[in-house]
């Protein structure tokens, strides 16, 4: 490898470490050097002073060629003037990696099944370590609070700079918060975690590398929101701004000499129209506009860097300017290349995972996938192992249905009541799941909290067709043609749509579930749809019921507050009650206005957010949160099931994971810019 000194302004910094080798830690072999103040990673001085070393830097030996593939990019700097001054040190979980290689990744489109492959090139200001509890420092190099958690403020990493080689530093992450998080022209509604309290916050700039946030109430949960969320909280000004009325007088002049009505539709072209980071580059949303833009993609802090996207799917490249070094200097990432492929077919991706052309796969993996895989791991190169999942299969009526007598029906909680009793749990278990589940009520929360009671995971999760008979005879929904299945009270054919997406849900047990309802008089059709039908769907009030995998651990829910406030999750995930989260985002003017009970839930998460965890009013505003929503069957629970972790054999320095969720954000944890493909 060619090695490259460290700066002058960094080698100053570091004047009193001792010149020698550094030794090449990893967490399997730590060579006798104490841990640093967080897990499996170190400041650049702190590692140094605890090996007693000056840490010697390299390069991968084809960054070149792959800077030169980034339309755009000028030619690339040494080393020295690409790393921060102050890069983030990693110590690999097994061994130093090797450079090289291609990664292959399997998603279903351009904004389906993409959160597990951007989860592998993701940064934020903070992550969790991979004990899930932990939060560590990332693109930031540190953060502190005040006292009664209102101000928030970071460090950034001198000499920090963006895959284009430009500055990064505070004045990228002011312009995220206040030029497009808070713009309706970018995003129509601001989403839950920039509000605090459901007022904005301020963000100021200290100086070029310290940036800080501002609450009007408490809201401790903000740096947990950081550490597990995709939205990234920082965005190249140098780039977007030059589009943004605000920053640039002349960003329509600007955009229009590009093709474009103003500056907004270019930072659309660029950024999408929410927090979402998988929307469509310029080189698939504008391919006829493309080559006269300045760039093909936005700028990043990521460990690759998209240069080609088109229907078929993605091909990136490491970033030249990524800022972590492993301990022996080495600029991450090891891995060369990405290539992202997209198959909208359940089928073809399962028989592509078979046959061994993916390095790592979770999402969209079902646990009924797991014997076929099983049996061709060792054949055909590749390694599954199964994990527990937080969340899990959940269904949701539609409470807000344009049909009237739907949503009658479906608002009344004594058919909620009977529809969660007339799931066979026990059923669901042995045969989609091969018994490794535990038959659980959705509570909101996951992990399950000290301050649940344990009443609420079984309430109304027992099987008891009879009680589902009774209740529904009770709201006047009985057989009145003799087919054996139920009518609406007045009279109307009620056929349940049951549309499932097997990227959110198995199939497989939507129809034990649609033949345990129909066993009860409720007649329903299942039919599998993709993703972005079914998400399409749910965002234009179409569903009868809704079915993703669906809750969240307590500290995502203390920095975004978005699964107790109607529709009671985004876009991506699954949601219900689409006119009462209408009536929200309009304050009123629109929509259909929400039942006492879940305006009381919308004020009673914001106080949560801002209450000390583990203090009394935390516990209590917690347990109300969950009787709210399990009392009132807003979400029906299946079972905690079990997932599939699935990578390629030739993938180094992979981990055990602790779960198979989103929650945490999916690989973010476990630092896959280390890892590395060993043929």
């Known amino acids: 490898m060619k090695r490259i000194l460290l700066s002058s302004a960094a080698l100053t910094v570091l004047a009193g470490a001792a010149f020698a080798s550094c030794p090449a830690v990893t967490v399997a072999d730590p060579m006798g050097v104490a841990p640093g103040a967080f897990p499996q990673q170190f400041e650049l001085a702190e590692f140094q002073g605890l090996a007693n070393c000056t840490l010697t830097m390299a390069e991968n030996p084809d960054i070149a060629a792959m800077n030169a593939r980034i339309r755009g990019n000028p030619e690339m700097p040494a080393l020295a003037d ?13 061994a130093i990696g090797t450079y090289g290689g291609v990664f292959n990744a399997l998603s279903n489109a351009t904004e389906a099944g993409t959160s597990d492959f951007m989860s592998v090139r993701h940064v934020n200001l903070v992550r969790y370590s991979d004990d899930l509890k932990t939060i560590v420092p990332n693109v930031a190099k ?9 101000q928030l403020t970071f460090v950034l990493r001198a000499g920090h700079k963006w895959s284009d080689g430009q500055p990064f530093g505070a004045q990228d992450v002011k312009f995220w918060y206040d030029n497009l998080s808070l713009d309706p022209n970018v995003i129509e509604t601001p989403k839950d975690y920039v509000l605090a309290g459901g007022e904005r916050m301020t963000v100021d700039v200290l100086d ?162 797991v014997p076929l895989l099983m049996e061709n791991q060792e054949k055909n190169g590749f390694v599954v192992d199964l994990k527990p999942d937080i969340t899990m299969p959940t269904f949701a009526f539609n409470v807000t249905s344009d049909d009237l007598e739907k949503r009658k029906v479906f608002g009344d909680l004594k058919f909620r009541q009977a529809m969660s009793v007339a799931m066979n749990r026990a059923e669901i278990n042995e045969v989609a799941m091969f018994g490794l589940g535990e038959p659980v009520q959705y509570i909101g929360f996951s992990p399950t909290p000290d301050f649940v009671t344990p009443e609420w995971e079984q309430h109304f999760a027992q099987f008891d067709p009879d009680m589902a008979k009774t209740l529904l005879d009770e709201i006047g929904m009985v057989d009145t043609d003799g087919d054996g299945m139920r009518e609406l009270p007045n009279g109307d054919k009620l056929v349940l749509n049951l549309q499932v997406a097997t990227q ?22 299942v039919k599998e749809v993709t993703s972005d039908e079914y998400r399409s769907a749910q965002s234009s009030n179409q569903l009868d019921v809704t079915m993703w995998e669906k809750s969240v651990p307590l500290s995502v829910v203390l920095g975004n507050a978005e699964s107790f406030i109607p529709p009671f999750d985004n876009y991506f995930n699954m949601r219900t009650a689409m006119l009462w989260g209408e009536w929200v985002d309009s304050n009123g003017a629109s929509g259909v206005e929400p039942p006492a009970y879940v305006k009381q839930m919308m004020e009673d998460v914001i106080a949560f957010q801002s209450a000390a965890v583990g203090t009394p009013e935390s516990d209590a505003l917690g347990l109300k949160l969950v009787e709210a929503m399990t009392g009132n069957l807003l979400f029906i629970g299946t079972v905690k099931e079990k997932k599939p972790i699935y990578r390629s054999a030739a993938l180094q320095n992979f981990t055990e994971f602790k779960t198979a969720s989103y929650a945490y954000y999916r690989t973010y944890p476990y630092r896959p810019s280390q890892w590395f493909l060993q043929e």
């Open 208 to 369: 070029p590398q310290t940036v800080r946030f501002t609450m009007t109430s408490p809201k401790p949960g903000l740096l947990d929101h950081f550490a597990s969320h995709y939205a990234q909280g920082f965005q190249p000004k140098h780039f977007l701004g030059q589009f943004h009325p605000d920053i640039n007088p002349d960003a329509d002049t600007l955009a229009q000499a590009l093709g474009f009505e103003n500056g907004y539709a270019v930072i659309m072209a660029y950024y999408g129209s929410s927090d979402w980071m998988d929307t469509p580059t310029p080189m698939l949303a504008h391919p006829d506009k493309v080559a006269n833009m300045p760039l093909d993609a936005a700028p990043t802090l990521e460990s690759h860097i998209v240069i080609s996207e088109t229907t078929e799917g993605r091909q990136f490249v490491a970033n030249p300017y990524f800022y972590m070094v492993d301990t022996a200097g080495n600029q991450l990432p090891y891995i060369n290349e990405m290539d992202e492929i997209f198959v909208g077919e359940s089928e073809v991706r399962l028989l592509k995972l078979v046959n061994g052309e993916v390095d790592y796969k979770a999402q969209a993996l079902q646990i009924d996938y």
């Open 142 to 150: 540190s953060w502190s609070w005040n006292e009664d958690y209102t």
């Open 82 to 94: 690409r790393l921060p001054s102050e890069p983030l040190v990693v110590a690999p979980y097994t």
């Open 504 to 525: 959110g849900m198995s199939i497989k047990i939507v129809e034990l579930v649609g033949q345990t309802w129909r066993d009860v008089g409720i007649d329903n059709t």
